[in-house]
């Protein structure tokens, strides 16, 4: 998530609210250690929380909501194993759609994660590692927005936690949990922005691009779509600040650009090889074909309702309007709240002045082509109707989750209004002075006025608290997936499989069919390729596309299972199916149980005759027909 503002932009620490007032005095360098334990503590409890179904059978559970997406997610991590196991570039995998392979860099990959944390996944396992995983992500992203709020632009710790704990555990963050990890690993982004908006202090351009540097490359290892999300908020809350700011962005421009350069030439420096190998190295390609995501934009209604995944969500709602993603479903409540919050602070305060901007804009932009107002297209153009579907950067980016900048804003908003209303405090009431007989009256009056006070503050709580009880996540929704064979898990395959070979596992495993296949890879780490998958590749043009193109024994395969019966099996069937095993280098083909386990059965054997049975599958050796 994009955390966009930090205050006051570009170089101190100190926190501007009111627009002319003196910086306040600078809070010593020592941090109160209980609040921050006591913050990340509930970050951590939170985490647990939302993977709490996941823990009730960590082995046998993905996401009832993206389940193939949680067998890839658990693919990545032992693939980042592997890799390091076998000292294997990871910018590569032969692993998968063999033998063309995979370009780990043009998919999401997260290798900054999963190469880092291989020790543990050989040690735990893929599903164990996923699952804990996840949760450390969102609890890690909510502690470092909590950092970065308590350090740049609020003196309240309550403040700095429920900015922190919206930043990571909004609707629209834990929506992605299901099954996207890489959307909940936004740890870095906060940082990020801090960075990005101190570059312009005086003597310190060099350390500060060299951090900004280091922070940028390694996020570009975990998630290029959030990082360039945030990319486009710290431009539009530098230009911002800078409107509102000339004469201080004049003074500051030269060290603010001679520090974003350093950081652009390190990150440049450190990822210009993967980059390279990302859009030019094998089974790259250039954009989605047709332009897919550019349809996905976000549904008016969305922003108003409470999201599936919290408290207060309805699932019958999500199937209505909730067809793509749900990146804001911010309920009502804290709808009236944010905005109330904008026009009470937006006269007084810089930042909320930048945040306003932040809202409006990525509001606008997340529309989409067509105007969507409760789960129906409208007449009405969007704004990425003008946008061409080939845009460079931008051509696979998904109008909805422009939106995902909105949260952010909205994160540091509600941090901001505590604050605020933390800071409304008992006005000094002046000695009394000899001779003075309006002293007594001035206490009283000065005493009302504090009790006002008060009664605003504890109202303001109420409100932002109110707004924000109903969205508080539940558990993800999991549903339990049968275990691979005994035959895979225990080697049963490995005499059968020699090197260079490929194991062909049915249903062969695709975006849409074979998820449970797909695992049998993940869970054996990887140890014998397998052809198709889940993952981005080019077709014949050059475009990319979901999964391998399909041949005509993949393509049978799959109409076999929707259909649940066995077409009539020609002699051109089967010649196909032979093409098929040599170019994907089969060495055996494996079926284990499953719901089409019988009707499977028959057409294989109809291609390739009697199968025979080994332990708990059946298996046909098709080493001598290749």
């Known amino acids: 998530m994009a955390v966009p503002v930090v205050d006051p932009p570009l170089n101190s620490s100190s926190v501007e609210v009111d627009a002319g007032a003196a910086d306040p005095p600078r809070r010593p360098r020592r941090r109160p250690a209980r609040a921050d334990v006591l913050a990340i503590g509930a970050y951590a409890l939170l985490g647990v929380l939302v993977c709490l179904n996941y823990w009730g059978d960590v082995q046998h559970r993905v996401s009832s909501h993206l389940p193939t997406d949680h067998s890839w997610f658990e693919w990545l991590f032992a693939h980042g194993a592997y890799s390091v196991r076998h000292l294997e570039n990871p910018l590569f995998t032969a692993r998968q759609n063999a033998p063309d392979g ?6 999401t990959s997260l290798l900054g994660v999963t190469l880092p944390l291989a020790p543990l996944t050989m040690l735990l396992g893929p599903q164990v590692m996923y699952a804990l995983y996840l949760g450390a992500a969102l609890s890690a992203t909510a502690a470092t927005s909590y950092w970065m709020l308590a350090k740049h632009l609020v003196r309240s710790r309550a403040a700095a936690f429920v900015g922190g704990a919206f930043l990571g555990f909004a609707p629209g963050i834990v929506h992605h949990a299901n099954g996207q990890p890489n959307f909940v690993s ?18 310190r351009w060099r350390r500060n691009g ?9 996020q570009i290892f975990i998630n290029e779509e959030m990082l360039l999300l945030t990319a486009l908020a710290c431009l539009v809350v530098v230009v911002a600040w800078v409107v509102q700011r000339p004469r201080a962005a004049r003074e500051r421009a030269g060290t603010f650009l001679a520090a974003i350069g350093l950081g652009g030439g390190v990150a440049l420096l450190l990822t210009a090889y993967p980059i390279w190998f990302q859009f030019n190295g094998p089974q790259s390609y250039r954009g989605l074909q047709g332009g897919v995501f550019h349809n996905w934009g976000e549904d008016l209604m969305a922003f108003v309702t409470f999201a599936r995944d919290t408290v207060a969500g309805d699932e019958a709602v999500e199937k209505t309007i909730g067809l793509t993603e749900q990146n804001t479903w911010f309920g009502w409540p804290l709808v009236l709240v944010a905005l109330a919050a904008l026009v009470l602070l937006v006269r007084r305060s810089v930042p909320a002045r930048i945040l306003a901007v932040l809202v409006v804009l990525f509001t606008i932009a997340s529309i989409g082509p067509v105007v969507r107002f409760d789960g129906a297209e409208t007449d009405v153009a969007g704004p990425w109707a003008y946008v061409p579907d080939d845009l460079p950067l931008v051509e696979m980016m998904m109008p909805t989750r422009l939106s995902l900048v909105v949260v952010g804003a909205v994160g540091v908003l509600l941090a901001l209004a505590w604050d605020t209303l933390a800071r409304t405090g008992r ?6 002075r000899a001779g003075d007989h309006d002293a007594d009256a001035d206490a009283v009056s000065g005493g009302d006025r504090s009790d006002r006070r008060r009664a ?16 508080i996540p539940r558990p993800l929704p999991a549903q339990r997936i049968d275990p691979p064979p005994h035959f895979v898990t225990a080697g049963g395959w490995r005499p059968y499989v020699p090197a260079g070979r490929t194991l062909v596992p049915v249903p062969i495993p695709s975006n849409v069919h074979g998820l449970p296949t797909l695992r049998w890879s993940a869970l054996t780490g990887q140890e014998f390729p397998i052809p198709a998958g889940y993952f981005i590749g080019p077709n014949a043009a050059g475009e990319g596309v ?15 299972m929707d259909a649940d019966e066995v077409p009539e099996i020609t002699a051109e069937n089967r010649r196909h199916a032979l093409d098929d095993l040599r170019f994907w280098r089969a060495s055996v083909v494996v079926l284990g149980a499953g719901p089409r386990e019988a009707v499977l059965r028959d057409l294989m054997t109809a291609l390739l005759g009697p199968p025979r049975r080994i332990d708990d599958v059946w ?3 098709v080493r001598d027909r290749g």
């Not at 982004?189 to 312009?200: F, N, T, W």
């Not at 060299?210 to 390694?218: C, D, F, I, K, T």
């Not at 605003?456 to 707004?467: C, H, N, Q």
């Not at 391998?548 to 109409?559: G, K």
Request: charged share 10%.
């Open 102 to 107: 995979v370009n780990m860099m043009a998919n």
């Open 186 to 203: 936004n740890f870095l982004l906060p940082l990020i922005v801090a960075r990005v908006l101190r570059l312009g202090e005086p003597g």
């Open 210 to 218: 060299l951090a900004l540097g280091l922070l940028v490359a390694y």
């Open 427 to 432: 006005p000094p009431v002046p000695a009394p």
């Open 456 to 471: 605003v503050r504890l109202v303001g709580y109420a409100a932002i608290v109110a707004a924000l009880l109903p969205l």
């Open 546 to 560: 979901f999964g391998a193109p399909n041949r005509p024994t993949s393509t049978l395969i799959y109409a076999t």
């Open 619 to 621: 298996l046909w050796d």
